[in-house]
């Protein structure tokens, strides 16, 4: 304690403090925002055997983080039988998924050991995913690992035919046979940690066995060590790898079966076991390896994208998303994460290609931004969807800059355009595209442009310009594309008769509330009614949020975002706005569910249901949220003084 | 200079909360579930042992709240003491002359204290000894004690390892330790600075946690069971 908390009587708890400095993702947080969460820290214990979470009954108001101890996480079905899903143990946690879904406990936890917990209230964790896009990025990666689990568990459940051959495949499977064609990644115990951590980032991969010199293995290095014996510690990157290996590596046969090596790592708590083969190490398994043979998971995917180093390699990795979704929705995840799941991985597939792209052009004659627009703008992408993006560079100096700059980025857009047609998005047929030189300019004619939309808007001109309003910068330079949004902000709300024409826009969208009353008709089978979900559903929400941004100075792109800062401002009411969050998550959630069964059949995706198909909850909830779409066009009204015309 | 005396007369004057505490304590009803109650753990640093010369040089305390530690609901202050500080008291609770030089009075701080204990029951390690140096002080500044119940941890962990003695010979094992720092390994807690009051003061709100739902297990479920408990606890020689 120092001497200057002398006279302060409510000290932040150093015990707790220090925690979080050490555990991921915590460490990084600001010493602000750490010190406020551990002053709202509460410290539990549960005696061993306690069960903390009860599966589909414990409400979860807090966010675990184990400071002590260890719990068991495990599911239990109808008949009793209890499918063991995970072990964490100290810095690791529990209760994400829940208030992120907000839903009760999906899981039971127990303790398997006299455990410490740290909690934190639901609001404040909510608060600070919101808050830290590396929290976010953290707990979204392990959360979709994680939830692919679960739903491995649920489908082996409820399935009429499960899938047996992989539920045994752990007690079949020889490591040996998981492991091949993975390289083996070693390091010299001479060489310096830092060496270790550019070898490691290089191979992207999380360890490294240690050899003496000469031939013999002798101990392991995993990132972990990195962080908590190195970075934690304050110890110089220059420390050779011996002294922080862990020594002698354990080891498992490479002929066992893979059930054996998970729980020797359960048993021992770590990440990974060497393999060794008649006296010698072939190779590393790693709980993610095990991990993989239980079914797709997103962070697989993930780390396969970033990891390719040919454009061709991606070409089949984008086909998988839908595989990996599939997982996330039966596990009831919401349409809101999963879209933002989708986005990532996009986001990851258009990072290579334009990396492995710069690579092979050298390197821009200006500073670029990739922009996305329309729903890949607002990440809120399902199933494949068209392209719609462009191209934003600095200012060049000068003739000759101006055409080394046309040039270069001509081919760097054409060439990125064709490499996404084979990875599976097709061509926008507007044309709204990076290798149009229309959209591929300089930030003072982009400025202008917008300029030119807003200044003298033509209703048609209104109308193609919409998907503009929603960009983002997707890679490259975002201070290019953060630069534009600002000039955006600052002049659309200035711009009445603009925002006007956008508002008339927005009232065009009839609510099909008459529907439902055809539909009641076509019970007797005289109709056959298909309901447009995009135009009638999504898309007033989507126009709404966008105007009232557009009005109100708000930056943001993504449409939940938009509308939870427009109530954060007071611009719409807090009623309102939960009530427009609430249907237009159960909006996507419904147009992913049923563009993942057209998937399923092999058909195209599209937004055309079928309200017959729906369950009278449903039915019920989707009339409810037409209301909230006449409920934010007669706001509009109000706003922008239109009667009913 | 007036203002000052005025300032000091009242707080001589035992604030209205002992009176009231008093009563409080009086009526409360100790049949109620353990997570009920509220209380507040605390630990004291003293220049020496002897209540008649030695005096406190730091107090650290933390509130329990349906049987959980509210980490941010804290206290901790260093203290002036009226003599100066021993060296050898200095070696133990490393607070040095320098720091506590700025250091207020306990007069200054000892109302807050009693302001932030509230209705709480008092824990601590061998509590007796901090409790009869703050009731010295209590009495001599507000001519009052104070009347919150304490519970000892030394004598609850004493407690506890009678309710699971397996042998006969378990009660003739003399390598029991009761010291914060040996209970804390032998449970395996996690670990604490120690001699500092408000480290010691979380160290040992960790192990009333620890020790009153172990218990808890074990069939004490009210205060009074706690309580009952605790004073079973026979001297064995």
């Given at each position: 304690?120092?001497?200057?908390?002398?006279?302060?009587?409510?000290?932040?708890?150093?015990?707790?403090?220090?925690?979080?400095?050490?555990?991921?993702?915590?460490?990084?947080?600001?010493?602000?925002?750490?010190?406020?969460?551990?002053?709202?820290?509460?410290?539990?214990?549960?005696?061993?055997?306690?069960?903390?979470?009860?599966?589909?009954?414990?409400?979860?108001?807090?966010?675990?983080?184990?400071?002590?101890?260890?719990?068991?996480?495990?599911?239990?079905?109808?008949?009793?039988?209890?499918?063991?899903?995970?072990?964490?143990?100290?810095?690791?946690?529990?209760?994400?998924?829940?208030?992120?879904?907000?839903?009760?406990?999906?899981?039971?936890?127990?303790?398997?050991?006299?455990?410490?917990?740290?909690?934190?209230?639901?609001?404040?964790?909510?608060?600070?995913?919101?808050?830290?896009p590396?929290?976010?990025?953290?707990?979204?990666?392990?959360?979709?690992?994680?939830?692919?689990?679960?739903?491995?568990?649920?489908?082996?459940?409820?399935?009429?035919?499960?899938?047996?051959?992989?539920?045994?495949?752990?007690?079949?499977?020889?490591?040996?046979?998981?492991?091949?064609?993975?390289?083996?990644?070693?390091?010299?115990?001479?060489?310096?940690?830092?060496?270790?951590?550019?070898?490691?980032?290089?191979?992207?991969?999380?360890?490294?066995?240690?050899?003496?010199?000469?031939?013999?293995?002798?101990?392991?290095?995993?990132?972990?060590?990195?962080?908590?014996?190195?970075?934690?510690?304050?110890?110089?990157?220059?420390?050779?790898?011996?002294?922080?290996?862990?020594?002698?590596?354990?080891?498992?046969?490479?002929?066992?079966?893979?059930?054996?090596?998970?729980?020797?790592?359960?048993?021992?708590?770590?990440?990974?076991?060497?393999?060794?083969?008649?006296?010698?190490?072939?190779?590393?398994?790693?709980?993610?390896?095990?991990?993989?043979?239980?079914?797709?998971?997103?962070?697989?995917?993930?780390?396969?994208?970033?990891?390719?180093?040919?454009?061709?390699?991606?070409?089949?990795?984008?086909?998988?998303?839908?595989?990996?979704?599939?997982?996330?929705?039966?596990?009831?995840?919401?349409?809101?994460?999963?879209t933002r799941?989708i986005t990532i991985?996009n986001d990851?597939i258009l990072d290579?290609i334009l990396?492995?792209l710069i690579?092979?052009?050298?390197p821009p004659p200006l500073p670029f931004c990739w922009l996305l627009m329309g729903s890949e703008g607002r990440r809120e992408q399902t199933?494949?969807t068209d392209q719609d993006n462009a191209l934003i560079y600095a200012d060049p100096e000068g003739e000759e800059q101006a055409k080394e700059a046309e040039a270069y980025f001509k081919t760097l857009a054409d060439k990125a355009i064709?490499?996404l047609v084979?990875?599976?998005y097709p061509r926008c047929p507007g044309e709204i595209m990076a290798s149009n030189p229309k959209w591929r300019q300089p930030a003072r004619l982009w400025q202008r442009r917008f300029d030119g939309w807003l200044s003298t808007p033509e209703p048609r001109d209104v109308l193609h310009s919409t998907i503009f309003f929603d960009f983002r910068g997707g890679y490259g330079e975002r201070g290019l594309a953060q630069r534009l949004r600002q000039h955006l902000a600052e002049q659309a709300r200035k711009k009445e008769i603009f925002l006007l024409h956008l508002a008339k826009d927005c009232l065009e969208a009839?609510?099909?509330?008459?529907?439902?009353?055809?539909?009641?008709?076509?019970?007797?089978?005289?109709?056959?009614?298909?309901?447009?979900?995009k135009t009638?559903?999504l898309v007033p929400f989507v126009d709404f949020a966008r105007l009232m941004s557009l009005k109100c100075g708000v930056r943001e792109s993504n449409t939940l975002g938009r509308l939870q800062l427009l109530a954060e401002g007071d611009h719409i009411?807090?009623?309102?706005y939960?009530?427009a969050?609430?249907?237009y998550?159960?909006?996507m959630?419904?147009?992913?569910?049923?563009?993942?069964?057209?998937?399923?059949?092999?058909?195209?995706?599209?937004?055309?249901?079928?309200?017959?198909?729906?369950?009278?909850?449903?039915?019920?909830?989707?009339?409810?949220?037409?209301?909230?779409v006449?409920?934010m066009q007669?706001l509009i009204k109000q706003e922008f003084r239109l009667?009913?015309? | 200079?007036?203002?000052?005396?005025?300032?000091?007369?009242?707080?001589?004057?035992?604030?209205?909360?002992?009176?009231?505490?008093?009563?409080?304590?009086?009526?409360?009803?100790?049949?109620?579930?353990?997570?009920?109650?509220?209380?507040?753990?605390?630990?004291?640093?003293?220049?020496?042992?002897?209540?008649?010369?030695?005096?406190?040089?730091?107090?650290?305390?933390?509130?329990?709240?349906?049987?959980?530690?509210?980490?941010?609901?804290?206290?901790?202050?260093?203290?002036?003491?009226?003599?100066?500080?021993?060296?050898?008291?200095?070696?133990?609770?490393?607070?040095?002359?320098?720091?506590?030089?700025?250091?207020?009075?306990?007069?200054?701080?000892?109302?807050?204290?009693?302001?932030?204990?509230?209705?709480?029951?008092?824990?601590?390690?061998?509590?007796?000894?901090?409790?009869?140096?703050?009731?010295?002080?209590?009495?001599?500044?507000?001519?009052?004690?104070?009347?919150?119940?304490?519970?000892?941890?030394?004598?609850?962990?004493?407690?506890?390892?009678?309710?699971?003695?397996?042998?006969?010979?378990?009660?003739?094992?003399?390598?029991?330790?009761?010291?914060?720092?040996?209970?804390?390994?032998?449970?395996?807690?996690?670990?604490?600075?120690?001699?500092?009051?408000?480290?010691?003061?979380?160290?040992?709100?960790?192990?009333?946690?620890?020790?009153?739902?172990?218990?808890?297990?074990?069939?004490?479920?009210?205060?009074?069971?706690?309580?009952?408990?605790?004073?079973?606890?026979?001297?064995?020689?």
């Open positions: 304690m120092s001497p200057a908390a002398n006279d302060v009587h409510a000290v932040a708890p150093e015990a707790v403090l220090s925690f979080l400095t050490r555990t991921l993702p915590f460490n990084e947080l600001d010493p602000a925002t750490l010190t406020n969460l551990a002053r709202h820290c509460i410290i539990d214990f549960f005696p061993k055997g306690t069960l903390i979470f009860r599966q589909g009954l414990t409400e979860v108001n807090h966010f675990y983080l184990i400071q002590k101890g260890g719990v068991k996480i495990y599911l239990k079905d109808e008949e009793g039988s209890v499918t063991l899903k995970d072990f964490r143990g100290e810095g690791e946690y529990f209760g994400a998924l829940p208030i992120i879904q907000e839903t009760r406990a999906n899981l039971n936890v127990e303790t398997v050991e006299d455990t410490f917990c740290f909690l934190f209230a639901k609001e404040a964790f909510l608060a600070l995913i919101h808050s830290s590396k929290v976010t990025h953290y707990f979204l990666r392990s959360m979709s690992e994680k939830l692919v689990k679960t739903a491995y568990a649920e489908l082996r459940q409820h399935r009429v035919n499960p899938r047996t051959e992989s539920a045994l495949y752990l007690f079949s499977a020889q490591i040996g046979e998981t492991i091949r064609g993975k390289s083996l990644y070693t390091i010299a115990a001479g060489d310096t940690v830092q060496a270790a951590a550019q070898r490691m980032a290089e191979f992207n991969i999380g360890s490294l066995l240690v050899h003496d010199g000469r031939e013999k293995i002798i101990g392991i290095i995993t990132d972990k060590d990195l962080r908590t014996k190195i970075v934690a510690a304050g110890l110089s990157y220059q420390s050779p790898v011996a002294e922080i290996m862990a020594s002698p590596v354990e080891t498992i046969p490479s002929q066992a079966v893979c059930f054996d090596a998970m729980l020797k790592m359960m048993r021992l708590r770590i990440h990974h076991l060497a393999v060794e083969q008649q006296e010698k190490i072939v190779g590393v398994v790693t709980t993610h390896d095990i991990m993989l043979l239980q079914g797709t998971s997103p962070l697989y995917l993930f780390r396969e994208i970033v990891a390719q180093r040919k454009i061709e390699g991606l070409y089949s990795l984008s086909g998988k998303v839908p595989q990996v979704v599939r997982s996330l929705i039966e596990e009831g995840a919401k349409a809101n994460n999963i799941m991985l990851q290579r990396t492995l690579a092979e052009l050298g199933f494949k064709e490499h084979a990875c599976g009839r609510p099909p509330l008459s529907f439902f009353r055809n539909f009641i008709v076509e019970k007797d089978g005289e109709h056959k009614n298909l309901l447009d979900l009638k559903g009411s807090r009623e309102l939960s009530e969050v609430d249907a998550e159960f909006l959630q419904l147009r992913l569910i049923h563009q993942m069964q057209l998937l399923e059949e092999n058909r195209t995706p599209d937004n055309y249901i079928n309200p017959a198909d729906l369950s009278d909850l449903e039915k019920q909830t989707l009339k409810e949220a037409f209301e909230v006449r409920r007669s009667g009913e015309a | 200079m007036v203002f000052k005396a005025l300032t000091e007369a009242f707080l001589r004057k035992p604030p209205p909360s002992f009176a009231e505490n008093r009563a409080f304590f009086k009526g409360v009803d100790q049949g109620r579930p353990l997570e009920e109650y509220e209380f507040v753990v605390y630990d004291t640093e003293l220049t020496g042992l002897n209540p008649k010369k030695d005096e406190i040089v730091s107090i650290g305390a933390v509130r329990i709240r349906k049987l959980q530690i509210m980490a941010g609901e804290t206290f901790h202050v260093l203290l002036k003491p009226r003599r100066q500080l021993p060296k050898d008291s200095t070696l133990i609770h490393r607070i040095t002359p320098q720091q506590i030089e700025n250091a207020p009075s306990l007069e200054e701080v000892l109302p807050r204290f009693v302001e932030f204990c509230g209705r709480a029951f008092l824990v601590g390690h061998y509590v007796g000894l901090d409790t009869s140096f703050v009731n010295r002080a209590a009495r001599r500044i507000f001519g009052a004690a104070l009347h919150n119940p304490c519970l000892d941890t030394l004598r609850l962990a004493q407690a506890y390892k009678e309710m699971n003695w397996e042998n006969y010979h378990d009660r003739f094992n003399m390598n029991v330790s009761y010291n914060l720092t040996d209970l804390g390994k032998e449970y395996g807690l996690p670990a604490f600075a120690r001699h500092d009051a408000f480290e010691d003061a979380m160290q040992t709100a960790y192990l009333f946690l620890f020790l009153v739902k172990k218990m808890r297990g074990q069939g004490i479920v009210t205060l009074k069971e706690l309580f009952n408990a605790g004073q079973n606890w026979r001297w064995i020689f």
